[in-house]
């Protein structure tokens, strides 16, 4: 089955399990060395590979088990961005991160060693029928948050040319994942959201950025990082409104940003939040081109672990029917269900159950499933 067809999808973290979290804390402490943790993550994600590629999912995750956040870990490993302790965390509702940001201090580069290629290698290898799908931020993140202040002026006195650098830098991690056997790549990206938001757009306006005008440079940096790839290279990104803890930073329907997100931007799907009244209704949909480009909806929460009804599930599928064609929909969890190491409120067998239904439900509505 061509990737593009994958009727049930996940975005990709997973619950992360006991016994690694307490193999990280371990390491932390100094109790274990680097090898010993890598053994543990090793076995743990060969043990939630077989789990998703037993409910039947089509493509499959290392559930990010090697990272404590979804972003920065894969950041901080590029050529010019350093981590560091930021002075707070970031504001969910009624609850706040760990202190921690990422800044440009050099040239943006992708290295050839970035340690995700060989997580993705043993992910490639760990997979039996199933295809491996590699999840990374998506560039804007490196950008909307921060903004100006964290990039160094000395190293980019213009901002062209950092978005230049890092539209150049994401082509290079594009077709070095290739490179390494990764056929379906996601970027995942939280600031098509925040441009949905009224909110988030005045604090962008506070820290002196346009949002209309960030809105077209994004999709120029994508659209550029994406230019040239293979044929047989299956990209999605995925509009997140915040998951941490099952809260959440932005709300706002799709409208204000469809007409570029899903007519310009040049990705194959849209994971897309529809879980609650925040992401707004189906209308957007009737910017997808039609034909070749597929929206995931994200009917199914990450954010509890109540289990929803499949008859519900397939009314709103047909809901979307209204805007753009069944053959181009898929359906997935809204999230991921641990965007950090912390996770969210749910059990694991409540997390395996969602993504059950999502398999169950695609076998009834799409005959490809």
Request: proline share 4%; net charge negative; charged share 30%.
């Amino acid at each position: 089955m061509p990737v593009s067809t994958f009727r049930a999808d996940t975005v990709g973290s997973l619950l992360r399990s006991e016994t690694l979290k307490q193999a990280r804390h371990r390491h932390q402490a100094g109790e274990i060395d680097a090898i010993a943790l890598r053994d543990v993550e090793n076995d743990e994600i060969r043990r939630v590979v077989a789990r998703q590629e037993a409910l039947g999912l089509g493509a499959v995750t290392d559930g990010e088990f090697r990272r404590a956040w979804w972003h920065f870990d894969f950041l901080e490993r590029l050529i010019g961005v350093e981590g560091f302790e930021a002075e707070q965390g970031i504001q969910f509702q009624g609850v706040s991160t760990r202190a921690r940001g990422v800044r440009v201090v050099d040239r943006l580069g992708f290295p050839a060693d970035h340690p995700m290629l060989d997580h993705f290698r043993f992910l490639a290898d760990t997979v039996s029928a199933s295809t491996a799908k590699m999840t990374i931020p998506s560039p804007s993140v490196l950008h909307f948050r921060g903004g100006r202040r964290n990039i160094d002026e000395r190293v980019y006195p213009s901002l062209d040319a950092f978005f230049a650098d890092l539209a150049d830098t994401y082509r290079d991690a594009v077709q070095a994942f290739h490179a390494a056997g990764c056929r379906y790549l996601q970027l995942d990206d939280t600031v098509w959201a925040y441009l949905c938001s009224a909110e988030q757009r005045q604090a962008a306006r506070e820290r002196g950025d346009d949002p209309e005008r960030l809105e077209a440079i994004y999709a120029e940096v994508l659209n550029h990082a994406l230019a040239g790839r293979p044929d047989d290279l299956h990209v999605s990104l995925h509009v997140c409104r915040g998951n941490f803890r099952s809260t959440w930073i932005s709300e706002g329907g799709y409208e204000p940003v469809a007409e570029t997100l899903f007519g310009k931007v040049d990705v194959d799907a849209y994971f897309l939040e529809y879980d609650t009244d925040r992401a707004g209704g189906f209308e957007p949909l009737r910017f997808l081109p039609e034909g070749h480009k597929q929206a995931v909806l994200g009917l199914i929460t990450t954010k509890s672990g109540e289990l929803e009804p499949v008859e519900a599930i397939e009314r709103r599928i047909g809901e979307a029917q209204r805007f753009v064609a069944r053959d181009q929909l898929c359906l997935s969890p809204q999230c991921g269900f641990a965007s950090t190491e912390e996770g969210n409120h749910l059990s694991e067998d409540e997390q395996w159950a969602k993504l059950g239904r999502v398999v169950e439900i695609a076998r009834r509505v799409w005959d490809d499933a």
